[in-house]
């Protein structure tokens, strides 16, 4: 196979994103463009027939090099990876592939730690809510803090993303029989979802119906909406913030005392339980289960008596 002039970049930008990037979202290019900098950055981004699999290993020692996290080298690897592998030849797991490398090279992963997710108390976000009043953003015809107050309360009881809540329009939202439908247009996995909603919610709701589209509108840049955010925590005295997808741990332990894996798998939005399991850190069940052991009942034994009792 004949050589070529193009680097991973330049492929990139002439042919990878326009044919397998057609149909992805915003943050999608933005990630691959960030992975693409870094490599540009650390590798100079030499001629693909000159990027061995040394070369990824270099790339990938660098990068941890600079302090980044395994899961975050990873995902930019992935990233590399994906532009790579279509620049080789096509066969039964890359059909579409450009053929234009005859071998694509490869570098293992980072091995990543899996922790317990992060424990969120409900009384952390009713701090939040609170903090809720000092919101100035958004500056739009209703009150901040009722935004904010709705979006979470509606975050905390629907599971939803929140780029899923800032694309909802009012003829998604069916007041009356408390149900909000999600195109699946807007969905991460591309799926048409349904759930309902709580009356405290739709009561929330109704405060701030006006005469925008969305349910929420947020006209401000990305900045804008998390120092809001920090802010708003502040203002609750929460001295560890926590992210906006929190909230959707939250909705998992609350969906959780329902019993049904199904309820917790469909509310979070996930193809898998396992999933949903990283989700949901079970100390809170497991406390529950552990204390009602009926060990005294099954055991019996004689307290030991202390010296000098």
């Given at each position: 196979?004949?050589?070529?002039?193009?680097?991973?970049?330049?492929?990139?930008?002439?042919?990878?994103?326009?044919?397998?990037?057609?149909?992805v979202r915003p943050r999608t290019f933005e990630a691959y463009r960030e992975a693409l900098d870094r490599w540009k950055e650390k590798t100079g981004d030499p001629p693909l027939d000159n990027i061995s699999s040394e070369t990824m290993s270099r790339f990938k020692y660098a990068l941890r090099v600079d302090d980044r996290s395994p899961a975050t080298c990873n995902k930019i690897l992935r990233h590399?990876?994906?532009?790579?592998?279509?620049?080789?030849?096509?066969?039964?797991?890359?059909?579409?592939?450009?053929?234009?490398?005859?071998?694509?090279?490869?570098?293992?992963?980072?091995?990543?730690?899996?922790?317990?997710?992060?424990?969120?108390?409900?009384?952390?976000?009713?701090?939040?809510?609170?903090?809720?009043?000092?919101?100035?953003?958004?500056?739009?015809?209703?009150?901040?803090?009722?935004?904010?107050?709705?979006?979470?309360?509606?975050?905390?009881?629907?599971?939803?993303?929140?780029?899923?809540?800032?694309?909802?329009?009012?003829?998604?939202?069916?007041?009356?029989?408390?149900?909000?439908?999600?195109?699946?247009?807007?969905?991460?996995?591309?799926?048409?979802?349904?759930?309902?909603?709580?009356?405290?919610?739709?009561?929330?709701?109704?405060?701030?119906?006006?005469?925008?589209?969305?349910?929420?509108?947020?006209?401000?840049?990305?900045?804008?909406?998390?120092?809001?955010?920090?802010?708003?925590?502040?203002?609750?005295?929460?001295?560890?913030?926590?992210?906006?997808?929190?909230?959707?741990?939250?909705?998992?332990?609350?969906?959780?005392?329902?019993?049904?894996?199904?309820?917790?798998?469909?509310?979070?939005?996930?193809?898998?339980?396992?999933?949903?399991?990283?989700?949901?850190?079970?100390?809170?069940?497991?406390?529950?289960?552990?204390?009602?052991?009926?060990?005294?009942?099954?055991?019996?034994?004689?307290?030991?008596?202390?010296?000098?009792?």
């Amino acid at each position: 196979m004949a050589g070529c002039s193009y680097t991973l970049c330049t492929i990139y930008d002439a042919k990878f994103q326009s044919l397998f990037l057609c149909d992805v979202r915003p943050r999608t290019f933005e990630a691959y463009r960030e992975a693409l900098d870094r490599w540009k950055e650390k590798t100079g981004d030499p001629p693909l027939d000159n990027i061995s699999s040394e070369t990824m290993s270099r790339f990938k020692y660098a990068l941890r090099v600079d302090d980044r996290s395994p899961a975050t080298c990873n995902k930019i690897l992935r990233h590399i990876n994906a532009v790579i592998s279509k620049c080789g030849t096509p066969g039964p797991r890359n059909r579409d592939a450009l053929g234009i490398i005859n071998r694509i090279p490869w570098t293992k992963p980072f091995r990543c730690e899996v922790n317990l997710p992060r424990r969120v108390e409900l009384e952390l976000v009713a701090a939040i809510f609170q903090g809720c009043s000092r919101a100035r953003f958004p500056k739009i015809e209703i009150r901040a803090s009722a935004w904010w107050r709705a979006l979470i309360l509606l975050a905390v009881s629907s599971g939803f993303r929140r780029g899923a809540l800032l694309a909802l329009t009012w003829p998604h939202i069916d007041v009356g029989r408390r149900i909000c439908r999600l195109p699946a247009c807007f969905d991460k996995k591309g799926r048409e979802r349904e759930k309902p909603l709580h009356e405290q919610v739709v009561k929330l709701l109704l405060e701030i119906r006006g005469p925008q589209e969305k349910v929420f509108e947020w006209p401000h840049s990305r900045k804008v909406w998390y120092q809001t955010w920090h802010k708003i925590q502040d203002a609750g005295d929460v001295m560890e913030h926590i992210r906006f997808h929190d909230l959707k741990r939250v909705a998992g332990v609350m969906f959780t005392a329902t019993g049904s894996p199904w309820v917790v798998q469909h509310m979070l939005d996930h193809s898998s339980i396992e999933t949903s399991r990283h989700y949901i850190n079970p100390m809170e069940a497991c406390r529950e289960a552990v204390d009602n052991l009926p060990l005294q009942k099954i055991f019996a034994w004689e307290p030991v008596k202390m010296l000098g009792g």
